[in-house]
Nanobody, 119 residues
């Protein structure tokens, strides 16, 4: 199983980015996929998660109303659309699969991360 993130970059405050996570060797079928983010010296935190079978989603409070997680099972891709970006959104963003909501230790597969910088 391999997860490859893309779409990160540098953006001005108030701007938008759409992250993609290309999935190979894994079937979109059960449990959850999620986006986490991490800054130096801090624990990796859940930003958005989606239950694959039901499509239910959840967001951390700071992401609600600004971020949207979605999946395209035909393309085997997970997305995170981020709008109205703030400096505090600056972090390395990671895609994760085969876990449960924001329980970091439950995820078995992680991507290598993509950097988002907001200034």
């Amino acid at each position: 199983v391999q997860l490859v993130e893309s779409g990160g970059g540098s953006v001005q405050v108030g701007g938008s980015l759409k992250l993609s996570c290309a999935v190979s060797g894994y079937t979109f079928s059960t449990y959850c996929m999620a986006w986490f983010r991490q800054t130096p010296g801090k624990q990796r935190e859940g930003v958005a998660s989606i239950h694959i079978a039901s499509g239910r989603t959840t967001y951390t409070d700071s992401a609600k109303g600004r971020f949207t997680i979605s999946q395209d099972s035909a393309k085997n891709t997970l997305y995170l659309e981020m709008n109205n970006l703030k400096p505090e959104d600056t972090a390395m963003y990671f895609c994760a699969a085969d876990g449960w909501w924001f329980e970091r230790s439950s995820y078995n597969v992680w991507g290598q991360g993509t950097q988002v910088t907001v200034s």
